[in-house]
């Protein structure tokens, strides 16, 4: 069968490896859609960052080559022993992210940094290819009223979903969204699901078109540094959000994040940075603002997310920017994503075309 598998640096490529058959506790998934994340790009061109390179991981026991792909739905087409959580034909999403459940972290309920965790399309291999095996107490059943196509965006909405539980918003909160990319505008829906009002910034307008058709309550183009900072202030009556996101991932942004936040606010980071940004801590301790970073996901998160999703306080549709067969995936859709002026957020793989 095809996958799309990650050497090296630089290094990926379409081949035909073996058909994998499920273990015990595992199922055997047809992949019908695999979604290309920024992170996998960021993994290909600056990496291996976040993909196990240079020894075994500690649950899979496997490292690079590996199947990349970590946004995935697929259908259940055989069971190993001991699963009876779903049946074949069962329409699921992957929930990516397997811990050990022994450690410190597990132990303390903070299984999104579990030292030993395994991630599809990271730690062990993902979704892009025709068939994978996954543990049978990991993927989730999809209501009717969620697509196929839709379903690898649960993943990134879940993260976002993860953000905003980290965050202790309140209703009635005043949230800034630094970058509106897909994660950003998932986390601007979530974070409206929590009741907050929030104030959507980008440097791009067909960003903040999207943003406001997403919800936001206000739309601030960046460009002017100064200019936005002045205008989200008088936006939150001269204090300042009290919780401003970072999800842009870029080399000033988490500075502006600290700088725009209200005295004795959150700093959400969500981004993920192949940049060293540089920050004043002084802005931090003065003002005594909280930052906190946000990765993956905890139990529960990706469970919460498909019932948002389900009750319409989610969308992800105008996200799904093109649709390409796994066989053009590095060209219409590597190479597309890597384009500086993409205009694209998801581009969705799928594997049976």
């Known amino acids: 069968m095809k996958a799309i598998v990650y050497h090296d640096n630089k290094d990926i490529r379409l081949e035909d490896i073996p058909e994998p058959v499920p ?9 019908t859609n695999a979604s290309i994340c920024a992170t996998d790009i960021e993994e290909w061109q600056f990496g291996p960052l976040w993909v196990q390179h240079g020894s075994p991981n500690a649950l899979t026991g496997r490292q690079t080559p590996l199947v990349l792909g970590h946004e995935i739905s ?3 087409v055989e069971l190993g022993r001991n699963v009876d959580s779903v049946k074949v034909g069962d329409r699921v999403v992957v929930n990516n992210v397997i811990t050990c459940g022994t450690c410190f972290w597990c132990q303390k309920g903070q299984q999104a940094v579990c030292p030993n ?10 979704g892009l290819q025709e068939y994978m095996v996954w543990p049978g107490d990991h993927v989730i059943v999809l209501p009717e009223s969620i697509s196929d196509v839709e379903g690898p965006l649960i993943e990134p909405a879940t993260v976002a979903v993860h953000g905003v ?31 907050a009002r929030v104030i959507a910034i980008d440097v791009r307008e067909q960003s903040l078109d999207l943003a406001l058709q997403l919800g936001a309550d206000e739309v601030l183009n960046s460009l002017d540094e100064q200019a936005a900072a002045t205008k989200l202030r008088e936006l939150t009556d001269g204090i300042g959000p009290d919780i401003v996101v970072e999800s842009a991932g870029a080399r000033e942004t988490p500075r502006m994040a600290i700088e ?18 540089e920050i004043d801590f002084n802005s931090v301790v003065g003002p005594e603002v909280t930052v906190l970073g946000s990765v993956a996901t905890s139990p529960g998160d990706m469970e919460a997310t498909v019932r948002l999703m389900a009750q319409g306080k989610i969308n992800v549709k105008p996200l799904i920017s093109k649709v390409v067969p796994l066989s ?3 060209e219409d859709g590597f190479n597309r994503m890597l384009d500086p002026n993409k205009d694209v957020f ?6 049976g075309t």
Not at 165 to 194: E, Y
Not at 263 to 274: A, D, E
Not at 346 to 351: D, E, F, G, L
Request: proline share 5%.
């Open 23 to 31: 273990g015990p506790n595992e199922v055997k998934l047809r992949i």
């Open 74 to 76: 697929g259908h259940v």
């Open 117 to 126: 965790m395994a991630v599809a399309g990271f730690m062990t291999d993902g």
């Open 165 to 195: 539980r980290r965050s202790g918003v309140r209703p009635g909160d005043n949230v800034a969204v630094i970058g509106c990319g897909t994660v950003g505008l998932l986390t601007l829906q979530a974070f409206k699901a929590a009741g």
């Open 260 to 277: 725009w936040v209200r005295r004795g606010g959150t700093v959400l980071l969500i981004g993920i940075y192949s940049a060293k940004p």
């Open 328 to 330: 053009r995936a590095i």
């Open 346 to 351: 998801r581009i969705v793989i799928q594997p």
